[in-house]
């Protein structure tokens, strides 16, 4: 069993970063899949970004593309999502997710076994 604990979230204006970080418990985090889902109001949660096992392979959707980086320390069981140049269109709710895999990066809900709760982001126009 894994427990995921997002944080970083907040209000800032459009143009300004954040940084948020998910905290993985558990001794097997270095052979999990790491990604980071967004749910905005009224739309459906979608892939934001994710990160192979090793961190070798990424994935980022296309509307934060060139913004927004993930990485992982395996030390810290810790993975991030840097954003930057946020705009209103990237409010939602952040959440964290890990599957138990060191093969293909999985790109759908359905291929994440865990779940982090999930944290605010809001950006203001």
């Known amino acids: 069993q894994v427990q995921l604990a997002e944080s970083g979230g907040g209000l800032v204006q459009a143009g300004g970063s954040l940084r948020l970080s998910c905290v993985a418990s558990?001794?097997?985090?270095?052979?999990?899949?790491m990604a980071w889902f967004r749910q905005a109001p009224g739309k459906e949660r979608e892939l934001v970004a994710a990160?192979?096992?090793?961190?070798?392979?990424?994935y980022y959707a296309n509307s934060v593309k060139g913004r927004f980086t993930i990485s992982r320390d395996n030390a810290k069981n810790t993975v991030y999502l840097q954003m930057s140049s946020l705009k209103p269109e990237d409010t939602a709710v952040y959440y964290c997710?890990?599957?138990?895999?060191?093969?293909?990066?999985?790109?759908?809900?359905?291929?994440?076994?865990?779940w982090g709760q999930g944290t605010q982001v809001t950006v203001s126009s």
């Open positions: 997710a890990a599957e138990p895999t060191i093969g293909t990066l999985g790109l759908e809900e359905y291929d994440y076994d865990y």
């Open positions: 990160a192979s096992w090793s961190g070798g392979t990424t």
């Open positions: 558990g001794r097997t985090f270095s052979t999990y899949a």
